[in-house]
């Protein structure tokens, strides 16, 4: 059993984060541990994020990788410029399959516009990604371009491959359930139903830390992402509601439904 490592923030309604990325991880059969960068407590109308500092975040690293073989990491929220560059000094020491959730927008609405956040994402950390999965709005921010249409999709992938990145998957959850993948020269629209669901939060983690576990298990990129796509499409199927307007993907759908990962 391989064993994958996320590094991300911790879900106070654990449909995202961290805790999302421990039960995709038990779902693919890979021994998940985790790093802590912040901790988010979420509200109807708030999202509280209180962020780790370095020291912290770099004791949980150094306990991790000094006792451990990692396969595979991903990371999600990092928090602060000084906790990107932290993990991006560790990454580059593991040498294995990165993914890097950029996590610069949350569907509860609020988007961390730091420049230098930002910078430090695009600049130490991205370079050191196997392949990095924005959505449309954080596709925006890496790319400096405003999306509307197809071509913009295609246009900011390749900016974003840009920046040292080989493979950029950009996450249409708009009208369509279509996402666009770049792996080199070679692109690819994965398209699935639809679904009309309130039911979506810690879709984007979900769909990375499979992609994580995925790449462990030495599947290529473009296996990885059509699986995982699969995969968050049940979890957003027979997701969990919160309330009437809102609710949680669940990671065990697949094998609820008894389909074959």
């Known amino acids: ?15 995202g984060g961290l805790q999302a990325d421990l039960k995709t991880f038990e779902e693919f ?38 006792q451990v073989k990692i396969a595979a ?11 990107i560059q932290l993990v991006a000094e560790i990454i580059n020491e593991c040498q294995i399959p ?13 988007s961390d516009n730091d420049p230098d956040y930002l910078e430090a994402m695009k600049n130490d950390l991205l370079p050191l990604a196997t392949i990095t999965t924005p959505n449309i709005s954080e ?3 890496l790319s400096g371009i405003s999306i509307s249409s197809k071509e913009d999709i295609q246009l900011a992938a390749t900016k974003i491959q840009q920046l040292g990145v080989l ?26 139903e639809k679904l009309i669901s309130n039911t979506t ?8 830390a499979a992609i994580t576990a995925l790449l462990s298990q030495n599947k290529t990129i473009l296996e990885s992402v059509t699986i995982a796509k699969k995969f968050v499409h049940d979890a957003i ?3 969990v509601l919160i309330d009437t307007n809102s609710g949680s993907v669940w990671q065990g759908a697949t094998r609820k439904k008894g389909n074959q990962i």
């Open 1 to 15: 059993m391989e064993n994958v490592l996320t590094i991300a923030g911790s879900d106070s309604l654990a449909g």
């Open 29 to 66: 059969n890979v021994f998940g541990l985790s790093v802590i960068t912040s901790v988010a407590n979420i509200f109807p109308d708030d999202l509280k994020i209180n962020v780790l500092s370095p020291k912290l975040l770099h004791e949980q690293l150094d306990s991790v990788t000094s």
């Open 73 to 83: 990491c991903k990371t999600g929220l990092l928090g602060s410029v000084e906790n």
């Open 98 to 110: 990165v993914v890097v959730d950029p996590v610069l927008a949350f569907k509860e609405g609020t």
């Open 139 to 141: 596709a925006e921010q």
């Open 167 to 192: 493979n950029v998957l950009i996450k249409d959850g708009r009208e369509t359930g279509d996402d666009y993948l770049l792996t080199g020269i070679e692109q690819h629209w994965i398209s699935s």
């Open 201 to 208: 939060n810690g879709a984007g983690c979900t769909l990375s």
């Open 237 to 239: 199927e027979l997701g």
